[in-house]
């Protein structure tokens, strides 16, 4: 897999420079550490996150198969070998979205993710982000090696995913936490339930 023999040729860099800078780091231990996290807002798409990662992600967008016109936007972070953090961004034409979506809708979602990332749903359960409706769910794979946090929010025209995969235990750490509650939505209609302000 690509992504693994790119880790492993960064880890194997890492390896061989970071000797050069042991000293470095003896002679000042008192040294803050800037943390890794940033916030980066992708306005064009509608949303605000937080990636652990010093550069902006930049979209990989495709149509969707069998499922013209809609289009999936990729934004993606890869840390070591076996942790991603991702946020797909389902964009349907003007009116054509599921809004909102119906119950069934974020649970074929999963289901069709799992199916690609060969894992197993573990658990799942409806949420909300924003007063908009949403849906959380865990994954992992067979032998329980790795471990999937994904979550669902609808937004007008877009349905958002915000998934973060890592080892045994990911989806309950503090980075995946992070990562989901880093993202924010920017703008759309109100939420179903909202009432209009009234003056």
């Known amino acids: ?26 002679e000042t231990p008192d040294a803050p550490q800037e943390s890794p996290w940033k916030e980066f807002h992708f ?28 289009l999936q936007h990729t934004y993606q972070a890869n840390l070591a070998r076996d942790t991603v953090y991702s946020i797909v961004v389902f964009e349907y034409p003007e009116g ?46 067979g032998r329980g090696k790795r471990n999937h946090l994904i979550d669902l929010v609808a937004n007008g025209d877009r349905i958002y995913m915000i998934v973060s995969a890592g080892p045994k235990g990911h989806s309950r750490s503090g980075d995946a936490e ?11 209609p109100p939420p179903q339930d909202s009432k209009p302000d009234s003056k």
């Open 178 to 188: 992070r990562f989901r509650d880093g993202f924010r939505l920017l703008g759309g």
């Open 43 to 70: 306005t064009e798409r509608g949303f605000v996150a937080s990636f652990p990662v010093a550069e902006k992600p930049k979209a990989a967008s495709t149509p969707v198969a069998g499922q013209n016109p809609l």
């Open 1 to 26: 897999m690509p992504i693994r023999r790119f880790a492993l040729a960064t880890f194997v860099l890492i390896a061989l420079v970071l000797p050069g800078h042991a000293e470095d780091k003896a």
């Open 96 to 141: 054509r979205a599921p809004n909102p979506p119906r119950p069934d809708y974020f649970i074929k979602v999963v289901e069709a993710y799992a199916k690609g990332s060969d894992t197993k749903v573990r658990k799942k359960a409806s949420r909300t982000f924003d007063g908009r409706p949403g849906y959380e769910a865990v994954a992992e794979d």
